[in-house]
Structures are given as C-alpha cells and as structure tokens.
Nanobody, 123 residues
Framework: QVQLLESGGGLVQAGGSLRLSCLASGRTFSRYDIGWFRQAPGKEREFVAAIMPSGESTFYGDSVKGRFTITRDNAKNTVYLQMNSLKPEDTAVYYC????????????????WGQGTQVTVSS
C-alpha cells in the first residue's frame, strides 16, 4: 500500500514557475513508477509526466515537453514536477499516481492516487 500527498500548488502569473512535490509513504516507493496527471474543470484527466523507479527514464505529455521536468529522490520518497514557462492553459488540479502497471500515460491503470493540488496560472 502506498499513500501519496501532493503539495506546491498555488497561484502564479503566466511565464512563472512552480515546483510540485509528491511525497509517498511506505518502504516500497522506489519500486514504483510515478506519474503526474492534471484535470481542468470540464475536461478529461490528462497525462503530464512519468518517471521510472530509479529515474532512468522519463516521459512527458506533448503539451508540457520542454517546459516541465520530472525528477525523483528515492531517499526522500518524493517525486518532483518542476513547471516553468507556465501558461493559463496549465491551470488544473495536479495529481500524482503510483504503479502504472506498464502504461505510464494511461490514468486508469495506476494503482494509487493522491488527492491533488490546485495550480492556477493567471494571464
């Protein structure tokens, strides 16, 4: 069992930056791939980024490539999402998830989810 807690969301102006954190409980954190997803009002949940258990591979959604960076620190049971050059269309609730079971960009396959953190980008 893994519990996830997101933090770092807030209000930022367009062009600014935020760093989200996903803190996991449990000793098995380093075994799991971790994904970030986001959901804006009235829209489907969208894949943002994912990272493999030891950080050796990362994946990004097309809308965030070149602007967002996902990293992890297994000693701290934490995954980070550095978000730069933020745009109003990045406004959403951001969720982290663990254990994709092989399909990192598909939200339905993840076993564990956090509660989400709100990111609002003003124009």
């Amino acid at each position: 069992q893994v519990q996830l807690l997101e933090s770092g969301g807030g209000l930022v102006q367009a062009g600014g930056s935020l760093r989200l954190s996903c803190l996991a409980s449990g000793r098995t954190f380093s075994r799991y791939d971790i994904g970030w997803f986001r959901q804006a009002p009235g829209k489907e949940r969208e894949f943002v980024a994912a990272i493999m258990p030891s950080g050796e591979s990362t994946f990004y959604g097309d809308s965030v490539k070149g602007r967002f960076t996902i990293t992890r620190d297994n000693a701290k049971n934490t995954v980070y999402l550095q978000m730069n050059s933020l745009k109003p269309e990045d406004t959403a609730v951001y969720y982290c998830a663990a254990d994709s079971r092989g399909r990192v960009a598909v939200s339905a396959t993840y076993s564990y989810w956090g509660q989400g953190t709100q990111v609002t980008v003003s124009s």
